[in-house]
């Protein structure tokens, strides 16, 4: 079965500080897309940042990066210098090619709240 | 401005009684996509469009159904909906199956008494 772990349920970090939310995922696919979104309280999901499985370089988006471990199956999202409105849940989710096309699993989620 | 908007941002339906929550798209885009969320859960998908080919999970319950009339809206309809089924439903569009992002929607709070 295909899976998204993410083994952290809350994680707290203070203002301008880096935080690293892990991330991992299992398949037998060798081709597969990580994404990671936000979701806010007030419900939306907001696409962060996004790896291919077959791209070679870590996947940077302002202040998001994403550390992208393929032997070890981890796709961690990284956050550098911490804003207040940083605070929300993060979803890793893994998209792979399913029945015909392609289905996007997402992981529980992690609460990250930023202290000021 | 908003993207992809779901109508109601909350709804409240009596056990039992047939509901259907909206979502629009500004995008044009080929894939429209339900997921339902429960508390604290990760977003679980119930069905996907892809242009008016309409593709089912295999353990959507029965109870959910969806209808997408034009490129630009998708509706889905809970039949007979129980307590179970009292969730946050996020609609989202891609471009395409293969995109590298999708776009979501703020969510259907669904409360059923």
Known sequence: AQKITQTQPGMFVQEKEAVTLDCTYDTSDQSYGLFWYKQPSSGEMIFLIYQGSYDEQNATEGRYSLNFQKARKSANLVISASQLGDSAMYFCAMRRHSGGYQKVTFGIGTKLQVIP | ?113
């Not at chain 2, 056990?15 to 429960?38: A, D, E």
């Not at chain 2, 977003?43 to 469009?49: D, I, N, S, T």
């Open chain 2, 1 to 113: 401005d908003a993207m992809v908007i779901q109508n109601p941002r909350y709804q409240v339906t009596q056990f039992g009684k047939p509901v259907t929550l909206s979502c629009s798209q500004t995008l044009n885009h080929n894939v429209m996509y339900w997921y339902q969320q429960k508390s604290s859960q990760a977003p679980k998908l119930l069905f996907h469009y892809y242009d008016k080919d309409f593709n089912n999970e295999a353990d959507t319950p029965d109870n959910f159904q969806s209808r997408r009339p034009n490129t630009s809206f998708c509706f889905l309809d809970i039949r007979s909906p129980g307590l179970g089924d009292a969730a946050m439903y996020l609609c989202a569009t891609s471009r395409d199956l293969g995109a590298t992002e999708a776009f979501f929607g703020q969510g259907t709070r669904l409360t059923v008494v």
